[in-house]
């Protein structure tokens, strides 16, 4: 078969680059490695994670905040079975519908080991057929990602594991220790934090979510610390070992040479994510991966290979489905002849915590470093009626505008429904609006959107009305 477009990974970049580039009338297919279609994220990354967090989440309030509402239960257990097994409903059932919309768009799926031949042949080997070749005349190599896992950790994916088989334990552990406090560790933490495990994370940085603003960071730790999660910041895991029964994680302080150590139902290892590109066959066509796995790429997410482009977790930038996603649009629209633009700065970022955490453009520390003068507005959540309703007080929204200009150049936020509500302010910051734009728009009330326009207020010069 010749196609205008061959897409190797079904993620949420490749899947939405095939999608794409048919609704422009190339002729496209799609190489899945795995028998379902979804990549990572809608198998055993966003989608699934997220279904286990709104579970532990219902639970969490039914033990602890019911009783205020007004709300008597008898006999409160957690039915972990039903749990993953809901889970996993959610994924066949998300699973399946992409594998409608390949239909859909008349998009040829073919399930097997995708790899390059020559930069406009690709072999496709399926774990029982025969292999075949197709040859294309552009490719995206959306491969996606695997997680980080050193050989001195012994990661054996049954008492040391990654987020994978986190998603997947059938019966409550007691102790769970976590090695990372960025986003992955921190939402797999808080689910069984909140079904009663005791959760210890041991980050090397002096903070968690080291990424996002520092303000965040707080909150958020304050928060987690709640729900019992303990922390162990600027330290050091020096070994891990798993046994049948449990795990053993040796540790230190950064600038310490005395060990100690902790025995824990599992490891979850979360230090990040290495780029998915082996056996894809790179060296035959003269692509060159980092230590990373990744791929350099130009402007146009083009390599130096001429017709082949990658997007998503294979290419620099922030690990994001969503940036995948943009990036997929972006090359199928270049490819098809069109001027698309990816604006970097504006893709946001979420900790889907409760509260949620999350942001979008510069951070304060990163406008300090650049010399950027600039007003800071805060409002918290505490002080907003429709949060003491719903008894979701936690945490606050932050809004950094140019001193000179009043362009909102960062907004941060801890809270509820945060991963929905900054979506405003990126619509705010792709117009380049300025915080006195966010004041003058009217806010429902009672709302937790009205945080946005306090801060706002508060960013134009100390005028928020509710603080």
């Known amino acids: 078969m010749q196609y205008d477009l061959t897409v190797i990974g079904s993620g949420p970049g490749g899947y939405v680059a095939a999608i794409r580039a048919s609704q422009l009338g190339l002729k496209t297919a799609i190489i899945e490695k795995y028998d379902t279609l979804g990549g990572t994220c809608l198998n055993v990354g966003c989608i699934p994670s997220k279904a286990l967090l709104d579970s532990s989440e219902h639970y969490h309030n039914a033990k602890e905040h019911f009783s205020t509402h007004g709300i008597e239960l008898k006999n409160l257990g957690v039915n972990m079975k039903q749990m993953i097994a809901r889970k996993d409903d959610v994924v066949t059932t998300t699973c399946k519908g992409i594998e409608f919309l390949m239909k859909k768009n008349k998009i040829d799926v073919y399930h097997g080991h995708g790899s390059f031949i020559d930069k406009n042949t690709i072999s496709i080997k399926p774990t029982k057929e025969k292999e075949q070749q197709i040859t294309t005349k552009n490719t995206i190599i959306a491969t996606g990602s695997k997680p980080i896992t050193p050989e001195a950790f012994n990661y054996d994916k049954k008492r040391v594991i990654t987020s994978t088989e986190a998603l997947n334990i059938d019966k409550v552990p007691k102790r769970m220790v976590i090695i990372g406090g960025g986003v992955i560790g921190l939402e797999l933490g808080s689910v069984y934090a909140r079904l009663g495990t005791e ?102 997410l083009e390599t130096n290979v001429p017709g082949i482009f990658a997007i998503g977790d294979v290419v620099a930038g922030a690990m994001l489905a969503h940036k995948a996603e943009e990036e997929g649009t972006f090359v199928a629209e270049h490819i098809s002849g069109q001027h698309p633009h990816i604006n970097y700065n504006l893709i946001p970022g979420v900790v889907y915590t409760w509260p949620e955490v999350a942001d979008v453009g510069r951070t304060e520390q990163q406008l300090k470093d650049d010399g950027v003068k600039y007003n800071v507005g805060k409002f918290p959540f505490k002080a907003l009626g429709r949060a003491r309703a719903s008894m979701d007080t936690d945490g606050m929204v932050k809004i950094l505008a140019d001193a000179e200009t009043d362009e909102v150049l960062g907004v941060h936020m801890v809270g509820p429904r945060v991963a929905d509500i900054i979506a405003e302010a990126v619509a705010i910051m792709e117009y380049r609006g300025s915080a006195e734009d966010i004041v003058r728009m009217s806010h429902a009330h009672p709302t937790y959107t009205e945080a946005v326009k306090e801060a706002a207020m508060d960013a134009t010069g100390k005028r928020a009305i509710h603080m």
């Open 199 to 300: 959760i210890e994370v041991i980050e090397y940085g002096d903070r968690i979510i080291a990424g996002m603003d520092k303000d965040c960071s707080k909150e958020l730790m304050r928060s987690l610390k709640k729900i019992g999660i303990k922390f162990h910041l600027k330290h050091m895991v020096t070994s891990v070992s798993g046994t049948a029964k449990e795990a053993t994680i040796s540790f230190k302080k950064r600038d310490s040479e005395e060990e100690q150590s902790i025995k824990a139902d599992y490891c979850l290892i979360a230090i990040g994510r290495r780029a998915y590109t082996d056996g894809l066959g790179l060296d035959k066509v003269g692509i060159a991966t980092d230590d990373r796995g990744k791929v350099t790429v130009n402007d146009k």
